[in-house]
């Protein structure tokens, strides 16, 4: 069963828009919730054959789009609400992930009989990954924590730093999109909430404080996300397993869009060795 750009409803937040697919046979299964990373989006290149696999291996996986993201709900796909995406922050992605959890795991939803409260996994891709880690250092629901390409310190990212003093005069920055060839824009407030909240967002203190099984899956030809910074969770996590696809990029040599029906090979692996530690 799939169901594509439902709208979870908050009061006094934007609503986030989520896609879920797995088989309806009223016995309850694991629940994967996925976090995309940034300028990412749910149904980016090949996430929705991501979600298929893991419905085969009867899991109740769900993708979401961060509320600030940038899309909408009309249009979930790119970014046609920058004014959104200058006022995400890491808090509000945070909060998100929470407000999900929130949701499948409380018995108001239309889907519990098919949900495993006691067995919950989330994976982040990228900044999703960070955000990932620090969520599940701080909630006891989560059983399983797995990055993809994930990223080890906020504190470096460039959309957390760049010419400061310039950032806070203008009151908003400025990222080219290389696909949209849009100019994302970034207000001083994102860098105000990393600010406030460093301690927080600190990855590393995060992940040291993980005991859950943890696995790292990171591709050798990163330029995006090094490698190292993968090498880094593992050493700051000395209980994770760390698996390497070999010469996989940043998103494991898919793209967007993707157009055939299958997943490349290293996308592939990076889902089979997910779903053998899920199980395992």
Not at 73 to 93: G, H, M, Q, T, V
Request: glycine share 6%; aromatic share 12%.
């Amino acid at each position: 069963m799939i169901l594509k750009n439902q709208v979870l409803e908050r009061k006094d937040n934007k609503p986030i828009v989520w896609d879920a697919y797995f088989h309806k046979n009223s016995q309850k299964k694991p629940l994967v919730i996925f976090c995309h990373g940034y300028k990412g989006f749910k149904d980016w290149g090949a996430w929705h054959l991501v979600a298929q696999e893991f419905s085969k291996t009867y899991m109740f996986f769900v993708k979401f789009n961060f509320s600030h993201n940038g899309g909408t709900i009309d249009n979930p796909i790119d970014f046609p609400d920058l004014e959104a995406f200058a006022e995400n922050n890491y808090s509000k992605e945070l909060d998100d992930l929470d407000a999900v959890l929130n949701y499948f795991t409380s018995n108001n939803n239309n889907y519990s009989g098919e949900i495993d409260q006691s067995n919950i996994i989330i994976i982040g891709h990228s900044r999703g990954g960070g955000i990932a880690v620090i969520k599940a250092s701080e909630d006891n629901r989560i059983g399983k924590l797995i990055t993809w390409a994930g990223v080890c310190d906020f504190a470096k990212r460039t959309a957390t730093v760049g010419d400061l003093e310039q950032w806070k005069k203008d009151g908003v920055k400025y990222v080219l999109n290389g696909r949209t060839k849009q100019q994302m824009p970034h207000n001083y407030q994102f860098y105000e909430d990393f600010e406030a909240n460093q301690d927080r967002l600190n990855i590393e203190k995060a992940i040291k404080k993980i005991t859950i099984p943890t696995l790292i899956i990171h591709g050798t030809s990163d330029t995006s996300v090094l490698y190292k910074e993968a090498e880094n969770l593992h050493e700051w996590h000395t209980h994770s397993v760390l698996f390497p696809v070999k010469n996989a990029d940043h998103v494991f040599n898919s793209k967007h869009p993707w157009e055939d029906d299958k997943l490349p090979q290293e996308l592939q692996e990076v889902v089979s060795e997910t779903v053998s530690f899920i199980k395992n």
